[in-house]
């Protein structure tokens, strides 16, 4: 018999949480962080550091934006059922459309583990770590708020760090950008496989200026 699951035309997923239409947008109305910043992860997929840095930090307000609204779904979905939607939610969308809709100094720390596995020069589009899209993280970020960048790849490194050196709101945390461990309590999925495997992870901090 031949599937008629979805010959309505309904798209999977149609139904993934979606931000207001409101701009300037504010984050933080919808984690009830009242007038603290709060933290932003860009594409937390299956969203397991999201849900560990809110269960490591019980003051801690986090929101994703994960393109893939089946995974917004998922985990947002997942966030409820333990208790955390108040202090946590994905939502459906595109960060280097949202950035430049948040109210400016609104956001403590902005996450983005392990971008930007294109290798090929016609991929470039897809790359999210872009000059455009840290100019929106530099613009949402409150002074002294915190860009947390981790990679396993060398080459991804250093083309990060060169990214991020030409925009001069962004400065390293210390002497350079580079740091040992991740301090938020919390590890991507990836993260602990490539600790598991012995495979080094490039870490790369950055703190707001000006």
Same mark, same amino acid.
Request: proline share 8%; net charge positive; aromatic share 8%.
């Given at each position: 018999?031949?599937?008629?699951?979805?010959?309505?035309?309904?798209?999977?997923?149609?139904?993934?949480?979606?931000?207001?239409?409101?701009?300037?947008?504010?984050?933080?109305?919808?984690?009830?962080? +009242?007038? &603290?910043? @709060?933290? /932003? #992860? %860009?594409?937390?997929?299956?969203?397991?550091?999201?849900? $560990? !840095? =809110? *269960?490591?930090?019980? +003051?801690? &307000?986090? @929101?994703? /934006? #994960? %393109?893939?609204?089946?995974?917004?779904?998922?985990?947002? $979905? !997942? =966030? *409820?059922?333990?208790?955390?939607?108040?202090?946590?939610?994905?939502?459906?969308?595109?960060?280097?459309?949202?950035?430049?809709?948040?109210?400016?100094?609104?956001?403590?720390?902005?996450?983005?583990?392990?971008?930007?596995?294109?290798?090929?020069?016609?991929?470039?589009?897809?790359?999210?770590?872009?000059?455009?899209?840290?100019?929106?993280?530099?613009?949402?970020?409150?002074?002294?708020?915190?860009?947390?960048?981790?990679?396993?790849?060398?080459?991804?490194?250093?083309?990060?760090?060169?990214?991020?050196?030409?925009?001069?709101?962004?400065?390293?945390?210390?002497?350079?950008?580079?740091?040992?461990?991740?301090?938020?309590?919390?590890?991507?999925?990836?993260?602990?496989?490539?600790?598991?495997?012995?495979?080094?992870?490039?870490?790369?901090?950055?703190?707001?200026?000006?």
């Amino acid at each position: 018999m031949a599937d008629t699951s979805n010959l309505s035309g309904t798209r999977p997923y149609a139904d993934a949480p979606r931000l207001p239409d409101d701009e300037p947008l504010d984050l933080r109305a919808l984690v009830g962080a +009242g007038s &603290r910043p @709060v933290e /932003l #992860e %860009i594409g937390p997929g299956r969203g397991w550091f999201l849900v $560990e !840095r =809110l *269960e490591a930090d019980p +003051g801690a &307000r986090v @929101v994703g /934006l #994960e %393109i893939r609204r089946k995974w917004a779904s998922i985990v947002d $979905e !997942r =966030l *409820e059922k333990r208790g955390l939607s108040d202090r946590g939610r994905v939502f459906a969308a595109d960060a280097r459309q949202v950035l430049p809709q948040l109210v400016p100094g609104t956001l403590s720390v902005v996450y983005i583990h392990f971008p930007d596995p294109w290798w090929k020069k016609r991929h470039a589009k897809r790359r999210v770590l872009t000059a455009e899209l840290l100019s929106g993280v530099a613009g949402a970020l409150a002074p002294g708020g915190e860009l947390f960048v981790q990679t396993d790849v060398f080459d991804r490194a250093e083309q990060f760090e060169s990214v991020v050196a030409a925009e001069p709101r962004l400065a390293p945390w210390s002497a350079t950008a580079r740091v040992e461990d991740n301090p938020y309590g919390a590890r991507s999925p990836r993260e602990r496989r490539a600790i598991a495997d012995g495979l080094p992870v490039l870490r790369l901090r950055y703190r707001r200026v000006g």
